[in-house]
């Protein structure tokens, strides 16, 4: 490897797997990888193979994930090719599904100049998203290509069965790339004129495609091996197989049994981290559970979703905190409102129509230190206290949508707190963000124990619990007994600095929250909740331990 001085690893999108359709942030190269069928979880193997050559051997290894890509030359059995193709012959645009599904769509000169930057100006050992926020149903862009050929729409697009694994949308922040000096240079129209034009004027470059024209072409090979299957199933002048099976599809969760279960979750926030833990604590419980597809300003959406998977209880886990952070949300106001307090509210009211108790997850950074309950002195703020901390535009979202939803007596309202787990690589877990800061405040703090308080929350689904509860371990710790208690199990050379709020106000955009949360109502409830020191230990470190 001494030799090579740039291994660039190209990946995809899919490795995030699919984003919620209320989704405004897109996933940051650090989200958490969550592939839904084989090909992106062959992607996302691909990608931990490749981080671990560049490990073992050195290997100077940078990442790309990207959008769809299109232009000339692309074989036909992608979906832009493949439309201009059909259209150039007059036939009918074949269209899986509802057309509903979104995309972003990159020209192929943009991905090519990406690549370039990418390769001059990337940091190796790192990540990079290729991509654009400008996203495009499948049935607009086949409309899009039905213009240009002067064909009707309305005679020339049909709808026919989904095709398997066809995830609703794919979404990426690009800022990193932007960073480097890259943008996108050719907007759609001129990127789909240009590739339209390729294509008429080349119109045998790949030879016979029949095949992959069908609507549901069974097996593609490229040129030098290529494979159809007719839709008829006889044999083309290519070599194919009359006897070849078709792909078994899994039975969706939802059709296993028609009798309706005792339990049964709807949950929002799939691509979250507290959404994706709940659903995995749902599978190993046994509990039948689905993720909403509705956007949660989008009231109809909601109601679609209730009347489809037919819940006993909803859980809310979707909300904008900000990528890297909450002061993200400085700049982006609007849609900080849209989702943290439009989108609940519209939630909690479609819940209530329908009879459902939801649980949202919420957060306890609406207080801070203050005369009545001083730092030190074991005083709690409880769960009838009124928020005393405006220093974010978070913070002051929540404590607004918190405030309203005491008016609704079918929500239970859980504050959580500098959220930690035993998963010490997630960007989102407290203890991972502090152990890469170069330095740290060291104040005493409320926090939430994931791993033990996740099941708490299904819990308190089954006993049908309201109102609002502080979602907190008892009791306090400070940033420097996290991190002694990291340096004890887990780095023993691990070190660090501490510095004051008011240098830590120098680097952040907004103040951040430091308080105590009174945890004895909920440890009333669960006594056998532990004290934020003992549950660090049993559920975080001492598993991680490291021999």
């Not at 729409?153 to 480097?180: A, C, G, H, M, W």
């Not at 009211?349 to 030190?376: K, W």
């Amino acid at each position: 490897t001494g030799q090579i001085r740039r291994f660039i690893h190209v990946s995809t999108d899919e490795v995030y797997g699919e984003t919620d359709e209320d989704a405004v942030v897109g996933n940051h190269e650090a989200s958490q990888l969550l592939p839904t069928n084989p090909y992106s979880a062959t992607k996302a193997g691909a990608e931990m193979l490749v981080m671990a050559y560049g490990r073992s051997y050195g290997l100077p290894v940078i990442t790309t994930r990207g959008n769809n890509v299109y232009g000339p030359n692309q074989f036909p059995e992608k979906l832009i090719p493949k439309f201009i193709l059909l259209a150039m012959r007059g036939k009918v645009l074949p269209i899986h599904g509802d057309g509903t599904n979104v995309r972003s769509y990159l020209y192929c000169e943009d991905v090519a100049e990406a690549f370039e930057v990418i390769l001059h100006k990337g940091e190796v050992g790192h990540v990079y998203n290729v991509g654009t926020k400008k996203e495009r149903r499948v049935i607009d862009v086949a409309k899009d290509i039905c213009k240009l050929f002067s064909m009707d729409p309305e005679t020339s697009i049909k709808f026919v069965e989904n095709r398997p694994f066809n995830d609703q949308r794919y979404f990426l922040d690009d800022q990193k790339l932007k960073n480097l000096g890259w943008s996108e240079q050719t907007v759609w129209e001129d990127g789909l004129k240009k590739t339209i034009e390729w294509y008429t004027q080349n119109p045998d470059w790949w030879g016979d495609v029949s095949g992959a024209l069908l609507p549901h072409p069974r097996m593609l090979m490229m040129p030098g091996g290529r494979q159809f299957d007719s839709e008829e199933g006889k044999d083309t002048s290519y070599i194919s197989s009359p006897n070849q099976t078709q792909m078994v599809v899994p039975t969706s969760k939802s059709s296993v049994s028609s009798q309706k279960p005792a339990l049964k979750f709807l949950i929002y926030g799939r691509t979250g981290w507290i959404g994706g833990l709940l659903g995995q604590l749902c599978d190993k419980q046994g509990i039948p559970f689905e993720y909403g597809k509705g956007r949660l300003e989008d009231r109809s959406s909601l109601t679609a979703d209730i009347r489809n998977i037919k819940p006993t209880h909803v859980f809310n886990a979707a909300g904008l905190t900000g990528r890297p952070n909450v002061d993200w949300c400085e700049s982006h106001k609007t849609e900080t409102i849209r989702t943290n307090v439009a989108g609940t509210l519209t939630l909690a009211d479609v819940c209530r129509e329908h009879g459902l108790l939801m649980l949202n997850f919420a957060t306890g950074c609406i207080f801070e230190y203050d005369a009545g309950h001083p730092q030190g002195s074991g005083i709690g703020f409880k769960e009838e206290d009124i928020p005393n901390f405006t220093g974010s535009f978070y913070s002051k979202t929540k404590a607004m949508v918190e405030e309203l939803l005491k008016e609704y007596n079918n929500v239970c309202t859980l504050r959580v707190r500098m959220p930690i787990s035993s998963d010490l690589n997630n960007p989102r877990n407290f203890i991972t963000k502090i152990s890469r800061y170069s330095k740290v405040v060291n104040i005493p703090n409320s926090m939430t124990i994931l791993d033990e308080l996740l099941p708490i929350s299904i819990e308190m689904a089954k006993r049908n619990l309201t109102g609002i509860w502080n979602f907190t371990n008892p009791g306090v710790v400070s940033h420097n007994e996290i991190l002694e208690m990291y340096k004890k199990y887990i780095d023993p050379k691990f070190q660090w600095a501490n510095f004051t709020l008011e240098e830590q106000a120098k680097v952040i955009v907004a103040p951040r929250s430091n308080n105590e949360m009174d945890a004895s109502k909920l440890k009333k409830e669960f006594p056998e909740l532990l004290p934020i020191k003992e549950s660090l230990i049993k559920y975080v470190f001492e598993p991680n331990k490291r021999t």
